[in-house]
């Protein structure tokens, strides 16, 4: 099994940036591909960014391409989604998940129980 805590949600006014971290626990996911979701109020969830398990390869949705970096720790086991020049579009439940058939698609098989970001305008 694997736990997947994320932190670093929060509130802040459009046009400025956070960082947000999943940490691993448990088996490891230092062999997965991993990926950042979000689903706001009243929208299905949605794909934000994706990590091969080397990091090597990156993937990302063409809402956030250019604002958002995804990287990885593989010693800490973390994920990171960098987001800057937040819009209140932006406005979410992050969640991290590691482990799935497709990057982009899913299924992952694993959740964390998700991180909220809220933008102001």
């Known amino acids: 099994q694997v736990q997947l805590v994320e932190s670093g949600g929060g509130m802040v006014q459009a046009g400025g940036s956070l960082r947000l971290s999943c940490a691993a626990s448990?088996?490891?996911?230092?062999?997965?591909?991993m990926g950042w979701f979000r689903q706001a109020p009243g929208k299905e969830r949605e794909f934000v960014a994706a990590?091969?398990?080397?990091?090597?390869?990156?993937y990302y949705a063409d809402s956030v391409k250019g604002r958002f970096t995804i990287s990885r720790d593989n010693a800490k086991s973390t994920v990171y989604l960098q987001m800057n020049s937040l819009q209140p579009d932006d406005t979410a439940v992050y969640y991290c998940?590691?482990?799935?058939?497709?990057?982009?698609?899913?299924?992952?098989?694993?959740w964390g129980q998700g991180t909220q970001v809220t933008v102001s305008s």
């Open positions: 990590i091969s398990w080397s990091g090597g390869s990156t």
């Open positions: 998940a590691a482990h799935p058939r497709n990057v982009e698609r899913g299924p992952y098989d694993y």
């Open positions: 448990g088996r490891t996911v230092n062999r997965d591909a």
